[in-house]
């Protein structure tokens, strides 16, 4: 077995290109969580934007079915 003499210089850069790393790995998964609430929320709002795009047009027609109702009650006096 041969001793090796470490350097504490490569020491030092050994220990941090380790944290660099880490911080990297934790900076993707943040970014990952975020890129999944983003979506959520982005699917929620479409829901609600479809839903009350839905309830307008609902208003309407019933809006017109109750003028058109009301035009023909008239031309039947």
Do not use: C, F, V
């Not at 030092?12 to 880490?22: D, E, F, G, I, V």
């Amino acid at each position: 077995m041969t001793k090796t003499w470490i350097n504490p210089t490569n020491s030092l850069l050994q220990t941090s290109a380790r944290q660099k790393y880490h911080m990297y790995i934790d900076d993707q998964r943040r970014l990952k969580q975020d890129e999944k609430k983003t979506q959520k929320r982005k699917g929620l709002m479409e829901e609600i934007t479809d839903k009350s795009q839905k309830e307008e047009n609902g208003g309407r027609h019933k809006g017109l079915l109750i003028m058109t109702q009301k035009k023909l009650s008239h031309k039947a006096n």
